[in-house]
């Protein structure tokens, strides 16, 4: 992980971790040409104990960093950003081993009472190494999707049975296994309103290559109606078809829409869905969120504009003219939006769109601005930084507040170069102090003069270091000199 591991004051702990990492590094210039088919597939059962075991005791660590937190440990001030910056995994899995935890690591009560796991047989068989994170994952959704009227009992029951069927079987057989558990602990199939709105979830997936992404919904029965009631409507065939120059929306198609629309009901519904949510985007009913209307907010260059622009007019007049192309411009949520979507989402609604010069990054255009204010200030910084600019974090600019560089009560100014994104989380660093975070401004000169930098603190970095976020420009971590700006 790293190549000078932090020294460890406990000799007993730093004595098994470095036994540890001594039989590793043994066996891994130990020759498995020498052996047989059958010893290479004892050899595997081994390392699987092992590395079955391991998480086991990972997450007993991680409960006990929970429980023991102290805000000036680290320089950041959550345990999700800790573990995501010190092991280098995403927050995703930092947030699910510390779920994870809560479920399989032994806890301490404010009383000092050593309290056992919820799930003892899963976490004992995980942490002897018979079972794996796989048949863990079964046993914890198995017992989530219990209703309500399973009492505490019972559930034990039924989670040391899944445990002790977990030791034998493949985590696809022990699927098949909770599933008959569940039938039989629930066979009239009866849920309560509380089971049904544990289980609601909206999950936006990334972006793929395409741009695309897989959504996952678990809808309750009063989403469900709503959508039944606008698909009725808005999927209906020859209705919304993009395809058409005059898309039909308010009246009912007549036979030749219909029978040109070649569209398959999923991706009817997908449009209808669309244009919904672009149909209540243009309303303004959904108020202001950070100081912002609720609405699309995009960024480009001129040149891109201009590109894309020329483009559109040839395709309007020259059917064999390429499509509006470009490079994809970047929403205020932080997804990547084509050059072509683009100019026809400006056609629906008054939407924000900053432009700036590309060689500069001066601000040349603030759509629907008159004068520079809040709201254009705001644009500015959604451009400019994407999202949030603490170092390493992905918070989208929707979800961040803007920050004053210098604090507004040293004499800080409102202007729109001296503001930045930052998120809520990181924004409670900040301050001016040397136990703080504070933000500056790289320097002209500066390979990337004008974005904002953040001073660790003291006991974060003795030598108080700037370092500035590349999550938003993506591209920038190929460059060579990426490294300087996040010192290790």
């Not at 007049?317 to 084509?338: Q, W």
């Amino acid at each position: 992980m790293h190549s000078t591991p932090a020294p460890i004051a406990d000799p007993v702990m730093d004595a098994a971790l470095s036994m540890l990492e001594a039989g590793l590094a043994q066996l891994r210039s130990a020759r498995s040409e020498v052996l047989s088919n059958p010893e290479r597939l004892a050899v595997l059962q081994r390392l699987e104990t092992v590395a079955r075991a391991l998480p086991g005791v990972g997450l007993q660590v991680v409960a006990q960093l929970h429980e023991q937190w102290g805000s000036t440990d680290f320089g950041t001030n959550n345990l999700i950003d800790t573990l995501a910056d010190g092991l280098r995994i995403s927050p995703a899995e930092a947030r699910a081993r510390w779920r994870a935890a809560d479920d399989l690591a032994w806890h301490t009560a404010h009383t000092g009472q050593v309290l056992e796991p919820p799930l003892p047989a899963t976490a004992a068989a995980q942490c002897e190494g018979v079972i794996g994170a796989a048949h863990v994952k079964v046993i914890r959704e198995a017992l989530h999707h219990l209703p309500a009227t399973v009492d505490a009992g019972t559930t034990a029951q039924a989670e040391a049975e899944l445990a002790r069927h977990a030791r034998m079987l493949r985590p696809d057989q022990l699927r098949k296994a909770a599933d008959r558990l569940e039938a039989l602990l629930n066979p009239d199939g009866n849920f309560s309103d509380l089971d049904r709105a544990r289980r609601r979830s909206l999950r936006v997936g990334r972006q793929g290559p395409d741009l695309m992404s897989v959504c996952t919904l678990v809808a309750d029965p009063e989403l469900r109606a709503y959508l039944e009631a606008t698909l009725a409507k808005g999927a209906k065939p020859g209705v919304g078809n993009p395809e058409d120059a005059t898309p039909c929306l308010d009246d009912d198609p007549d036979a030749e829409v219909v029978q040109r629309d070649r569209r398959t009901p999923e991706q009817r519904q997908h449009d209808a869905l669309k244009a919904v949510l672009r149909d209540t985007l243009a309303s303004g009913r959904l108020g202001q969120h950070r100081g912002l209307p609720v609405t699309v907010i995009v960024s480009t260059t001129l040149t891109e504009l201009e590109a894309a622009g020329r483009e559109a007019v040839a395709e309007s007049t020259d059917a064999d003219a390429p499509l509006a192309s470009g490079i994809p411009v970047v929403t205020g949520g932080g997804s990547l939006l084509p050059m072509r979507d683009l100019l026809r989402l400006a056609a629906h609604a008054r939407h924000y769109l900053a432009v700036f010069d590309n060689d500069s990054g001066r601000p040349l255009y603030l759509g629907r601005s008159k004068r520079l204010g809040t709201v254009d200030q705001r644009i500015v910084l959604h451009a400019r930084d994407i999202g949030c600019t603490f170092p390493g974090c992905g918070k989208p600019g929707y979800l961040c507040q803007a920050h004053h560089r210098t604090e507004w009560f040293t004499g800080g100014r409102t202007d729109a170069d001296q503001l930045t994104l930052v998120c809520e989380t990181h924004h409670q660093l900040a301050g001016i102090t040397d136990t703080d975070w504070s933000a500056g401004v790289a320097p002209p000169g500066h390979r990337r003069a004008g974005r904002t930098q953040w001073i660790p603190p003291g006991q974060y970095d003795r030598r108080r270091r700037p370092r500035m976020n590349h999550f938003h420009h993506p591209g920038e971590y190929l460059t060579p000199d990426a490294a300087a700006d996040t010192p290790t």
